[in-house]
């Protein structure tokens, strides 16, 4: 794979955000940063409906913040509050998708190659219940390339997530938090015409030329599950995505109805500050912040 050594990093960062669990509510006790290393393993389709598969084992580094309205952390991706009450919340946060080389994939071979797509947005996040959580995003798609990145559309989401957390006394790890989520995932034309369109000059035998649409892209359910040990941290987690909801189910790059991803992570915190977290309880949105002075 001719990808840069920076792009593989951003692309297992991404992955491991994409895959983590909301943090836990009781964070007193943790430090407001940390930062340290880890070790991971990925294995990913090369683009939705793809029929091949890429296999990551990679060293990343590892950052966790805890601040009052910016969370970067390792169960919960990064995201900044703009509004946040007892049931729901709006946020800025995203997903992403991994660049390719397309002379790497039998059906691509002769096209573009993909870019690193990031996706960044609003989320609203609405709690169900304790363990039950309903998100909706809509986010503004940016394709990354080694020295560009411009707009390239709109990705959107319907995320419910059903997560508990528990203790494991006298075992190896002190505490377990598990996720299953389902997630229903569409975009527009232009995010479309990147994965499924064929233009006439990029035409081959086995490869006619397709029009990509908007809509539906994706529907997929996900297991995550993370063990926690005083510095030390592990993950692993599944993904099943189902493609036959798609839009472009027609298009000549759709070449798999189903594809399956995998996880596993090993991380370590070497440094910490000394001054502890904002529990998540305490947290507040960039908006109210600005409101509250006017309104005292």
Do not use: C
Not at 20 to 35: F, G, H, I, L, T
Not at 170 to 194: H, I, K, Y
Not at 276 to 286: F, H, I, N
């Amino acid at each position: 794979m001719r990808s840069s050594h920076l792009l593989v990093t951003l692309n297992l960062l991404a992955s491991l955000a994409m895959w983590s669990p909301q943090a836990s509510a009781n964070e007193s006790d943790r430090p407001k940063w940390e930062a340290g290393f880890g070790i991971g393993y990925l294995g990913f389709e090369h683009y939705p409906a793809s029929n091949q598969h890429t296999d990551l084992a990679f060293p990343f580094p590892t950052f966790q913040y805890r601040g009052d309205v910016l969370r970067a952390d390792d169960r919960d991706g990064a995201k900044i509050f703009l509004i946040k009450r007892p049931s729901w919340i709006l946020q800025l946060g995203g997903l992403g998708f991994p660049p390719l080389n397309s002379a790497n994939n039998d059906t691509r071979r002769g096209m573009d190659d993909l870019p690193l797509l990031v996706a960044l947005g609003p989320q609203l996040q609405r709690r169900l219940s304790e363990s039950l959580t309903f998100k909706l995003g809509i986010y503004q798609a940016i394709a990354a390339r080694l020295i560009s990145a411009q707009t390239s559309g709109a990705v959107w989401e319907i995320d419910m997530t059903l997560r508990e957390k528990f203790t494991l006394t006298g075992r190896t790890f002190d505490e377990t938090t598990a996720a299953l989520s389902f997630n229903l995932m569409g975009s527009s034309q232009e995010v479309g015409e990147l994965y499924f369109g064929v233009p006439a000059s990029q035409v081959a035998p086995t490869r006619p030329s397709f029009e990509a649409k908007a809509g539906l892209m994706q529907s997929q359910v996900s297991y995550f599950q993370s063990f926690q040990r005083g510095d030390i941290a592990f993950y692993l987690g599944v993904r099943i995505s189902d493609h036959r909801v798609s839009m472009n189910r027609d298009s000549p790059l759709h070449k798999s109805d189903q594809n399956i991803a995998g996880l596993i992570g090993l991380t370590y915190s070497l440094y910490h500050s000394k001054k502890s977290g904002v529990p998540y309880e305490e947290t507040s949105g960039v908006i109210d912040k600005l409101r509250r002075p006017k309104e005292e």
